[in-house]
């Protein structure tokens, strides 16, 4: 059988810069080809060169034996390929129809026929068995929803190959397990998948041909049936993974207090409602749930960015209610934002500013309010070594760092002060595996010195491999508190979808 | 004499076209996601080129033409500053306007050797159409007739835009752009060449809105003859949340506005004050506005992560 679509010898130069390395991918009609690799491996610009969005500096491109060149995305699309990006290319103000068919939108004298371009919408719902409202808004729909909108549009146009770029990662794990569905039933359909990730699970779920990249360059490429996770994740990296260090027995005293705490929110129901919570010294609290299910406004209300109507926040003793952020963090709060550019860093700063951030107050760092840089500098450079962070130099903008390494940087800031308490949110989104090693390595140290910490995490896995307890929130409420060795993925789920430990509820109760 | 009666209304319906078009103009570049503050040097540019088209041909047909082209010119220059050389919409806009205004003191001297204001008595303005049939409608007839054709036009205009933009293919995608330009980058739509259409159709409006004023009421020219009415259209675009039909009805305001101040100086109200009373009502407006007209692309965007 021959291949529907080749890319040989692709290279990709910036400057000196080698992003792509020869590499080559080979893709069969019905199959579904995962690329995998860390952050910076290659796995974007190989697919921005087939998109067009990119030209390569050499190799060739393949398609159904011909070979083709793409000058930008409306050859690719054209040519069928389509292509569904991690950030959602979406007009939130835009009806679902609408935003399917913008670009080929079916017309009659150059009017926008929008009852017969809903119709095609519904149609291609139903064929592909991808459900979705063709009359809502898509800012109205959820990240899933958004999500089948783009696939949808891709179909729309025409696409035999379809690219999916880190698809998995805003969706919450039910939506996940939809997703693959999908991608299987349009590969049994004869449509071919890219899909680019570095969730391996994932792969060995979905895909039938794994391609691996590091440092821009094929470090494996096997069928699915030949491999496993720990192959592939040996390759990726480039070493074996390590065990996380062994947990020590902790019988700390409560540090983190919350008592009944109430945020009313805009809407009728209450963001926070009546949430009771303690995290103990030596301890790591996990926190799950389903995305916008209050905890957002929990770890907000912790360190102080929105306030809260009624309840008690108690650190070491040391009442919060009411204060300044800057009080939170002297008395011993730090703080991993779970949006590293909104909370975490100012784009336009440069590293070593990023760097003391929040601690500028710290006496070593500043004399009668002059900031001395020569004492953070030799400390923001020791971070940047242990986390092996990738800048060109500390006068660097914060915002040209790669998200990755912008994360790596803000962690160490957050665990540097060794501070007594330690909010994560997401503390590893984004970030590659070898990196989140080490952060998740950090953490784990930073419980066995005693400290607490409380971990928000969309991600199930990193909850049940880091914490202590887990605390399931639904609906502004901590519905339920696990121990480690109790919790298991399946549970977590029914208690994030609101069901009781009765499992019978589960189905009815999970929206996507 | 009385504050309010037909002629207020109809003087009202003549002022409102020159904000009406501009607002229109400035709506479409609005849509495309420039925000063009350059509405009021695009008006100065039409007012000029119609009186130097008007006074070497002798035609109005051609004045018109040439006030259309003045404002298409100026666009473009506009369109290249923010579009290709990516320059801050505000500050060249800004710059635009002061660029006319100087563009047009210097061209008045240079070609008519006047200073101040140009006028000459051989010069004709637009003619006042009588429409059949709306001159008999009660009320209506005696508001509606006897305006100049770019009175009506641009009420017209409004229309046209309104079923351009939300009933065809072209303006559903420049709708797109506005909205999220990457995306609709991302989709292969022809951005840039629908940036430059929309502000050269602005361009386009604007030198109408100016020739109305310079041909339309008085037929002369006098320096900085806009007086604001630009950025008056400006705040009637975003009262009116870039949305045609919202237009028409928040520069009716503004008109009604302009014609009582003139109305108000023959109850001997000092000009100043009468003068005062749009922009008054801009700034009462601005209350109104808070998050409309504009919407930034950031919005409804997944954030950073």
């Known amino acids: 059988m021959t291949y529907r679509l080749e890319m040989k010898e692709m ?188 969730k391996l699970p994932e792969v060995m779920k979905v895909a039938d041909h794994v391609t691996v990249l590091r440092n821009g360059r094929v470090t494996g490429n096997v069928r699915k049936v030949d491999t496993s996770i720990d192959q592939l994740a040996t390759m990726m990296v480039g070493r074996e993974l390590q065990q996380l260090s062994e947990r020590n027995q902790h019988n700390g005293e409560p540090l983190l207090e919350l008592e009944a705490v109430s945020i009313k929110g805009k809407s009728s129901k209450p963001v926070l409602d009546q949430l009771s919570l303690t995290v103990h010294r030596g301890e790591i609290v996990g926190v799950a749930g389903v995305s916008g299910n209050g905890q957002s406004e929990l770890i907000q209300a912790i360190s102080g960015l929105i306030s809260v109507d009624q309840g ?151 909850i049940l491999l880091l914490s202590d307890r887990i605390a399931v929130m639904f609906e502004g409420k901590i519905v339920d508190v696990l121990d480690r060795q109790d919790a298991t993925e399946e549970r977590l789920s029914v208690l994030m979808a609101g069901g009781k430990e009765d499992e019978s509820s589960t189905k009815n109760t999970t929206t996507a | 004499m009385e504050l309010f009666d037909y002629s207020l209304f109809a003087s009202a319906i003549r002022m409102v076209s020159p904000i009406l078009l501009a607002a229109l103009g400035g709506a479409l570049c609005a849509r495309v996601g420039i925000f063009n503050v350059g509405l009021e040097g695009l008006i100065l540019a039409g007012a000029f080129s119609a009186i130097v088209g008007n006074y070497y041909s002798g035609s109005v047909i051609v004045a018109v033409l040439t006030g259309a082209f003045g404002g298409v010119l100026v666009s473009l220059l506009f369109g290249l500053a923010t579009i290709k050389f990516k320059a801050n919409p505000i500050v060249a806009g800004i710059a635009i306007n002061f660029l006319v205004l100087g563009l047009t003191t210097f061209g008045l001297r240079a070609i008519f050797q006047v200073k101040g204001a140009f006028y000459d008595k051989d010069m004709n303005g637009l003619p006042k159409w009588d429409l059949p049939l709306i001159e008999n409608i009660p009320v ?124 108000l100086q023959g109850f001997s109200m000092p000009t100043q004050f009468t003068a005062m009373l749009p922009y008054v009502i801009t700034i009462i407006a601005m209350f109104f506005l808070k998050d409309r007209g504009l919407e930034s692309q950031a919005s409804g965007q997944q954030s950073s992560r």
């Open chain 1, 312 to 462: 008690d926040i108690r650190l070491d003793g040391t009442k919060l209610m009411g204060k300044s952020v800057a009080f939170r963090r002297n008395v011993g709060l730090a703080h991993i934002p779970e949006d590293r550019y909104l909370w975490g860093a100012a784009k336009e700063a440069t590293i070593e500013e990023t760097g003391v951030m929040g601690y500028h107050n710290k006496k070593d760092f500043n004399k009668y309010s002059f900031i001395l840089k020569s004492s953070f500098q030799e400390v923001v450079k020791t971070w940047i070594d242990r986390f092996e962070i990738k800048v060109k130099s500390l006068d660097d903008k914060s915002g040209n760092l790669s998200g990755g390494n912008l994360q790596k940087l803000i962690v160490a800031r957050e665990l540097g002060f060794e501070t007594d308490f330690l909010i994560a949110a997401e503390p590893t989104r984004g970030v590659d595996i070898g990196a989140m090693e080490y952060i998740h390595e950090a953490i784990l140290e930073k419980r066995n010195r005693g400290d607490g910490i409380l971990l928000v995490s969309s991600e199930l896995s990193e």
């Open chain 1, 11 to 198: 290279t990709k130069k910036y400057g000196d810069f080698l992003a792509n390395d020869g590499i080559s991918i080979q893709l069969k009609k019905g199959e579904v080809l995962a690329i995998v690799g860390e952050n910076g491996a290659g796995k974007t610009t190989l697919m921005r060169m087939l998109y067009g969005l990119e030209q390569p500096t050499s190799g060739e491109i393949i398609l159904n034996g011909k070979q083709a060149q793409f000058y930008g995305p409306q050859d690719a699309i054209e040519q069928g390929i389509g292509m569904v990006h991690q950030h959602f290319m979406l007009f939130s103000d835009f009806t679902v129809t609408e935003n399917i068919v913008i670009g080929h939108e079916p017309m009659k004298n150059g009017f926008f026929n929008r009852k017969m371009a809903a119709e095609q919408v519904q149609k291609l719902s139903d064929q592909y068995k991808i459900q979705v409202d063709p009359s809502k808004k898509a800012g109205d729909c959820s990240v899933g929803e958004q999500q089948r909108i783009e696939i949808l549009k891709v179909l729309y146009q025409g696409a035999e190959i379809i690219i999916l770029d880190e698809p998995t990662a805003v969706l919450t794990p039910f939506e996940v397990e939809e997703l693959l569905k999908t991608i299987r039933y349009l590969a049994d359909q004869g449509k071919s998948i890219i899909l680019i990730t570095h």
């Open chain 2, 140 to 263: 209506i007839g005696k508001l509606l007739y006897g305006h100049s054709p770019l009175v009506y036009m641009a009420f017209f205009a409004a229309i046209l835009l309104y079923i351009f933009l939300f009933k065809t293919v072209v303006g559903f995608r420049i709708l797109a752009v506005g909205k999220n330009e990457a995306a609709a980058r991302s989709l292969g739509l022809k951005v840039t060449v629908l940036q430059y259409g929309a502000i050269v159709a602005s361009g386009v409006l604007c030198g109408l809105a100016g020739t109305q004023l310079s041909l339309g009421q008085v037929t002369m020219f006098t320096e900085g003859m806009t007086a604001g009415r630009g950025f008056i259209a400006l705040v009637a675009m975003m009262l009116g949340g870039s949305h045609p039909i919202g237009i028409i009805g928040s520069s009716l305001l503004f008109g009604l506005m302009d014609a009582m101040s003139i109305r």
